[in-house]
């Protein structure tokens, strides 16, 4: 934790991604150009959401209206918004208001952006309530099912008027009907270039036939390599699957939509606003989805990153720690015990020369200890090096094997340590 607040910027995580879904609803332009005089509703109080208040209102938006379930912390966000007159405040002037949760179909019909962000586990804007309120804003927005994109209406051609359109295609363009066709179809590529009518009802057993005769048809030379048979194919295998036969035509254009009017920010999980909305004329909408989308190469990634990477290595050390640590014991037990023998030998070597003075003594005692300590010295290293690594508990085992430590001299050594830590976490009295 403390090293993801230090050394990363990811405390900024909320403040970018309201800065970032606006830049999104701005198109990637300057959120404070894009903003400045718009109508600003916020719906809920919580940190996200006065957080997308109080940088609406830097921005330079004309008006905040906070809607929440809880009337008290929506004024209480707009007591904040509102000291924005005080020549001290850093947020800004602005009119701010709070309304009832109830009061929102009719704030949206005034909105230009909508920043939603609560703790409801349903819709709090459903695609109806934001057609209602860009109907009449944007030409045709009424039309077709509450401005929703409709077949043949908002630039989206209908079967019909694809079928009228592709038959007043140049005959160099559809290709011409060969008469030795057992269906009466081109063997140019785009057989079907005509309009859903000259496919419309045919079985796969008639496609296969009109793909054997495309197969041993003779071709005109072109500079692109036609393989008619094989999309035929695939064709039929549609058909066995989805049950028609979808059209082969050319790409068509789509005529270009309306400007927003109507701008939707949902930063709520699970969402708040109905995925569909961006469907309807007039409306651009951005999601947390869609946020994910586009955050790739945005700053604040590179720190999410960094993020990780110490999350990760942090795990890692706290598990290497757990595991040095089963096996600290077994190397106190074992350093006891090469203890316990010097001591042992050196009473031996008194009784066999009394005569000893105390610097022989004490030079033949310093001499043997570091001969246990070289001795022992590379052996334990390792051995905590191994069981700190994944997989390594066995070896605290092999080392009481080994050495034919005696368990309950660990056992005592371990409760000691578990003792002192303990007393550690506690303090003082």
Known sequence: GKRAHSETGIDRAGQSLVTFGLEQLASGGEVADWARGKRALVIGAGSMSSLAAATLVRAGVGEVVVANRTAERASRLVEILNEGTSPDSVIGDVL????????????????????????????????????????????????????????????????????????????????????????????????????????????????????????????????VAVDEAGAIAALVATVATVGRIPERRRPEPIAAGPQPVLFLLDLAMPRDIDAAVHRIAGVRLVDIESLAEASADAPMAADVDQVRRIVADEVAAFGAALRAAHITPTVVALRTMAADVVAGEMARLEGRLPGLDDKHRSEITQTVKRVVDKLLHAPTVRVKQLAAEPGGAGYADALRTLFDLDPETVAAVSRAEDSNTNEKDRGPA
Do not use: K, Y
């Not at 140019?188 to 009109?210: I, R, T, Y």
């Open 96 to 223: 701010a208001r709070a309304v009832p949760m109830d009061a929102v179909p009719g704030e949206l019909t005034r909105a230009d952006v909508v920043v939603s962000c609560t703790g409801a586990t349903g819709l709090v804007l459903t695609g109806d309530a934001v057609s209602v309120a860009v109907r009449g804003r944007v030409p045709d927005a009424g039309a077709g099912g509450g401005g929703v994109a409709q077949p043949g209406a908002g630039g989206v051609p209908s079967a019909s008027t694809r079928a009228a359109q592709a038959a007043r295609l140049p005959a160099d363009q559809t290709g011409s009907a060969d008469e030795n066709c057992p269906l009466d179809l081109t063997s140019n590529p785009g057989f079907s270039v005509l309009g859903e009518a000259a496919v419309a009802g045919m079985g796969a057993a008639e496609l296969e036939q009109h793909a054997a005769w495309v197969d041993n048809a003779p071709r005109p030379q072109t500079s």
